[in-house]
């Protein structure tokens, strides 16, 4: 079965300093890979998602993701930070024939300081 | 476009009771899947319909149960609620079943069981 480890919890970060947030993955074959965003008292959105093709993908906010299939990582980053980036930020591996059954990493909250 | 939207919002019940929470998908969208989001678990995967039917299924007991209408609106039941089925439930809709279909999720269902 799939698993994804995001190691970090919390981040704290200032504003217009990089970020970037790890995400591993377990699966036999090539996962599709997935970022969500989810702030307080919202629903999860979509940052961007690696199928195949180019290992860098281009996602929404300016983040960008990096696929490493020989670390098994994925990790998300944005080179300038902004107050309303403060969330968490979920990573998630698609697998399987078909369906929409995602398996979600534990998150990782990023406070961004002033 | 209306996104998907979840009723209600907050919801309270009590150890034993059962409950039932909606979920109208975006128009268009044949696919609703259903996540619990816990602080102890994060979110795990309920399960997933397509055209009325159940594709896929999570590891829960068979107290959470679901089903989808034909016009795509879903609804998901639990009964005999315990002290652990405190979540924010989210409901999250996609055009097919396919991943490169991303799924747009709700804002969720807070239940608290007292």
């Known amino acids: 079965a799939q698993s994804v480890t995001q190691p970090d919890i919390h981040i704290t970060v200032s504003e217009g300093a990089s970020l970037e947030l790890r995400c591993n993955y377990s699966?036999?074959?090539?996962?599709?890979l997935f970022w969500y965003v989810q702030s307080p008292g919202q629903g999860l959105q979509l940052l961007l998602k690696?199928?195949?093709?180019?290992?860098l993908v281009q996602g929404i906010k300016g983040f960008e993701a990096e696929f490493k299939r020989s670390q098994s990582s994925f990790n998300l980053r944005k080179p300038s930070v902004h107050w309303s980036d403060a969330a968490e930020y979920f990573c998630?591996?698609?697998?399987?024939?078909?369906?929409?059954?995602?398996?979600f990493g534990g998150g990782t909250r990023v406070l961004v300081k002033p | 476009k209306a996104g998907v939207t979840q009723t209600p919002r907050y919801l309270i019940k009590t150890r034993g009771q059962q409950v039932t929470l909606s979920c109208s998908p975006i128009?268009?969208?044949?696919?609703v899947s259903w996540y619990q989001q816990t602080p102890g678990q994060g979110l795990q995967f309920l399960f997933e319909?397509?055209?009325?039917?159940?594709?896929n299924k999570g590891n829960f007991p068979g107290r959470f149960s679901g089903r989808q209408f034909s016009n795509s609106r879903s609804e998901m039941n639990v009964s005999t609620l315990e002290l652990g089925d405190s979540a924010l439930y989210l409901c999250?809709?996609?055009?097919?079943?396919?991943?490169?279909?991303?799924?747009?999720f709700g804002n969720g269902t807070r239940l608290t069981v007292t």
């Open positions: 319909y397509f055209s009325e039917t159940q594709r």
């Open positions: 128009s268009g969208h044949r696919s």
């Open positions: 699966y036999g074959a090539t996962p599709y």
């Open positions: 999250a809709s996609s055009p097919g079943q396919s991943y490169n279909s991303p799924l747009h």
């Open positions: 998630a591996v698609g697998a399987g024939a078909a369906g929409n059954k995602l398996t």
């Open positions: 690696y199928f195949s093709g180019d290992t």
